[in-house]
C-alpha cells in the first residue's frame, strides 16, 4: 500500500487566494481526519470523517476552512480566502474503526501564505 | 484544561542510555487509547506504540515499552539503548470513546524534542 497519500507537498500562494489541499486515504481505511501543525498551537484536529459523513468540524477555525469527502478514496481541505496566518502543515491521517494501530499520516502539506 | 501534557520540551541523552518521556493525561471516559508518534526533522508522523485503557499489560514494541500507571493517569514512553536516529520530535496522543462505527481524532500533547548525543 502506498500509504497516505497528500498534494501537494508544498503550496506558497498569495494571501486572498483559494487553496485546495488533497488527500487520498490508504484503501479500505475508513475514518479520515485532517490536522494542522504549528509552532504555537501543536497539532490541531481540524475536522473527520466516518464512513465519509464529516463527523466533528469544530476544528474547524472559521468559515474559510471548509472540507469534502465525496467518496471513500479522496477528501479536499479548503480554504477562501487564505490569510497568513493559515500557514501551517497541514495533516490528513486515516484509520480503520477504532484502531490500535495508529492512525497512519500523510507526509503533510506545508503551506505558506504570503 | 489540557487532556495530553507532555512537561518535557527538550531532552538532551546519551547514546545507548535509556530514555523515559513522561506523558499524563485527562479523561472521564472509561475507554481511551493511548499513542506515542515520532515525528523526526523531515516532518512525517510515525507511529511507535498503542496503549489501552483496559489493557492489562504495558505495551512494548521492538525497543519502545510504554508504562502505563492508570491509576496516576500516565503513560511513559521507554526507549531503551537509545541510538543517534531516535533524535525527534515525540508525541503522546490519546483516543476517546469511538462513535458512529469509526475512529474519533486524536488529541496530541506539545510534544518533546529528543536529542541522543553520540
Known amino acids: 500500500d502506498a500509504g497516505v497519500i497528500q498534494s501537494p507537498r508544498h503550496e506558497v500562494t498569495e494571501m486572498g487566494q483559494e487553496v485546495t489541499l488533497r488527500c487520498k486515504p490508504i484503501?479500505?481505511?475508513?475514518?479520515l481526519f485532517w490536522y494542522r501543525q504549528t509552532m504555537m498551537r501543536g497539532l490541531e484536529l481540524l475536522i473527520y470523517?466516518?464512513?465519509?459523513?464529516?463527523?466533528?468540524d469544530s476544528g474547524m477555525p472559521e468559515d474559510r476552512f471548509s472540507a469534502k469527502m465525496p467518496n471513500a478514496s479522496f477528501s479536499t481541505l479548503k480554504i477562501q480566502p487564505s490569510e497568513p496566518r493559515d500557514s501551517a502543515v497541514y495533516f490528513c491521517?486515516?484509520?480503520?474503526?477504532?484502531?490500535?494501530?495508529?492512525?497512519?499520516f500523510g507526509s503533510g502539506t506545508r503551506l505558506t501564505v504570503v | 484544561a489540557q487532556k495530553i501534557t507532555q512537561t518535557q520540551p527538550g531532552m538532551f541523552v546519551q547514546e545507548k542510555e535509556a530514555v523515559t518521556l513522561d506523558c499524563t493525561y485527562d479523561?472521564?471516559?472509561?475507554?481511551?487509547?493511548l499513542f506515542w508518534y515520532k515525528q523526526p526533522s523531515s516532518g512525517e508522523m510515525i507511529f511507535l506504540i498503542y496503549?489501552?485503557?483496559?489493557?492489562?499489560q504495558n505495551a512494548t514494541e521492538g525497543r519502545y515499552s510504554l508504562n502505563f500507571q492508570k491509576a496516576r493517569k500516565s503513560a511513559n514512553l521507554v526507549i531503551s539503548a537509545s541510538q543517534l536516529g531516535d533524535s525527534a520530535m515525540y508525541f503522546c496522543?490519546?483516543?476517546?470513546?469511538?462513535?458512529?462505527?469509526?475512529?474519533?481524532?486524536?488529541?496530541f500533547g506539545k510534544g518533546t524534542h529528543l536529542i541522543i548525543q553520540p
Open positions: 496522543a490519546m483516543r476517546e470513546r469511538g462513535g458512529q462505527g469509526g475512529a474519533d481524532g486524536l488529541t
Open positions: 491521517a486515516s484509520s480503520f474503526l477504532s484502531s490500535n494501530y495508529g492512525y497512519t
Open positions: 470523517f466516518n464512513n465519509n459523513v464529516p463527523i466533528d
Open positions: 484503501s479500505g481505511h475508513n475514518s
Open positions: 479523561t472521564s471516559d472509561p475507554s481511551y487509547g
Open positions: 496503549q489501552g485503557s483496559y489493557d492489562q
